[in-house]
């Protein structure tokens, strides 16, 4: 039995709160990180084109020998291919590229409101067909501000189950994150560690060592406790277990606003802003 809890999405699908990140894992590292995940526990892996790591993806979630229905895989739109003709290609691609015949998720990776006129409408209602065949389980955006949120609202007919944004004590991204609760819209919150750059903060180091954890343990739970999905990306296996470990404890209310009280507002965040993003790769 996993201890990781599902979060339900508005279209009837559930999706494990917990799971695990591959941006930034080398295509030669990928399979033996996501076996190792498996191993551990982890039924959730989250990868994108952009990653080029999709086919080693497949792999590792195929050496694991578990049934890929117990498994949520996500992938995203490469920014390249956000006309619907190139996406309908790409998406077959991801699908020959994981070498499975459906994505439990796929998701518009950045909104790129400066590049195709703006028009992330069209591709959202390309991704639309992708879900009405069945190919993908659940569709979603990633990096999508409140405004862009409101446009599908008024010119499409599906709100998106997820909005993977940035997300971290430091850059809390709180008005997004009640847009989505208020709409229906789960938030996955990516880099949940700060890719480590909020580890030694003195809040954080004292409360983990408060609570007999670690300081990774105590942030992922924060995200957990504030109802979010996460995926921390590992590729040493010791912390692929630690980050695993973080249903045992729990924080209590003023651990949680301390933590809370660390939001840096914009000077947080350590992403690229979705308004002004457009790097399309070649
Ligand atoms: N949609 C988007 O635009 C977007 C953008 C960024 C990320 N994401 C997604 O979110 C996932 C997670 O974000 P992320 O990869 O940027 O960063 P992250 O998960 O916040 O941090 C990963 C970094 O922290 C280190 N680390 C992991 N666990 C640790 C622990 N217990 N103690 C100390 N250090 C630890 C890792 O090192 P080692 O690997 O060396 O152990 C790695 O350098 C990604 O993999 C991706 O799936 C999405």
């Known amino acids: 039995m996993s201890a990781v809890p599902d979060i339900d999405l508005n279209d009837g699908n559930t999706i494990p709160q917990l799971g695990f990140g591959v941006f930034q894992i080398d295509p030669e590292d990928t399979a033996e990180a996501v076996r190792e995940a498996l191993k551990v526990g982890y039924r959730h892996i989250d990868t994108a084109e952009m990653y080029g790591n999709e086919s080693e993806v497949g792999e590792g979630i195929r050496a694991s020998g578990i049934d890929r229905g117990e498994i949520f895989l996500t992938s995203k739109l490469n920014n390249a291919f956000h006309e619907p003709e190139e996406a309908r290609r790409a998406f077959d691609e991801t699908l020959t590229e994981v070498g499975f015949d459906y994505v439990d998720l796929f998701l518009i990776h950045w909104p790129l409101p400066t590049l195709y006129e703006g028009d992330f ?16 389980r659940s569709i979603g955006v990633s990096n999508f501000q409140i405004e862009h949120l409101e446009r599908l609202a008024a010119e ?18 709180d008005a997004v994150r009640e847009y989505g609760q208020e709409h229906g819209i789960a938030t996955e919150a990516w880099s949940p560690i700060a890719q480590g750059g909020v580890l030694e903060d003195a809040t954080i180091t004292e409360i983990a060592e408060k609570v007999g954890k670690t300081p990774a343990q105590v942030v992922l739970r924060w995200h957990i406790q504030r109802g979010d999905i996460v995926f921390p990306k590992s590729v040493t296996p010791s912390r692929i277990q630690e980050n695993f470990e973080v249903f045992d404890f729990e924080l209590d209310p003023s651990d949680m606003q301390e933590i809370s009280g660390l939001d840096q507002g914009e000077d947080g965040r350590t992403g690229p802003h979705p308004e002004t993003f457009d790097v399309v790769p070649r």
Request: proline share 6%.
């Open 121 to 136: 409408v069209s591709t959202w209602k390309t991704l639309e067909e992708f879900r009405n065949d069945g190919r993908t």
């Open 156 to 173: 499409t007919d599906t709100v998106p189950a997820v909005n993977q944004i940035e997300v971290h004590p430091y850059f809390a991204n």
